[in-house]
């Protein structure tokens, strides 16, 4: 069993900043790739990024490309969030799955990762 425990989440006024972080533990992979979702209230849940295992590549969703950077170390991956927007507002949410072909169609399937974490709330406040 993966444990994935999320902090850092709050209340920020628009143009400001949060950082994300999501803690792992428990069992061991050899290797897995991490992501964050989002939720907002009444919508699905969202891509938002992913990092590969080795941290060598990533993709982003084009709502937050240029605000957002996806991070991890060996124990963390992290989310630094600048020029926060209303449309931001959201609980959000990491993952984690084994890692595969790193293809955009495959990271941003919710149904392909067999972790998530319990999420944290964002705010923005307009």
């Known amino acids: 069993q993966v444990q994935l425990v999320e902090s850092g989440g709050g209340l920020v006024q628009a143009g400001g900043s949060l950082r994300l972080s999501c803690a792992v533990s428990g069992r061991t992979f050899s290797s897995y790739d991490m992501s964050w979702f989002r939720q907002a209230p009444g919508k699905e849940r969202e891509f938002v990024t992913a990092?590969?295992?080795?941290?060598?590549a990533t993709y982003y969703a084009n709502s937050v490309k240029g605000r957002f950077t996806i991070s991890r170390d060996n124990a963390k991956v992290y989310l630094q969030m600048n020029s926060l927007k209303p449309e931001d507002t959201a609980v959000y949410y990491c993952?984690?799955?084994?890692?595969?072909?790193?293809?955009?169609?495959?990271?941003?399937?919710?149904?392909?990762?067999?972790?998530w974490g319990q999420g944290t709330q964002v705010t923005v406040s307009s």
């Open positions: 990092i590969r295992w080795s941290g060598g």
């Open positions: 993952a984690a799955k084994r890692s595969t072909s790193f293809s955009f169609t495959v990271l941003s399937g919710t149904r392909n990762y067999d972790y």
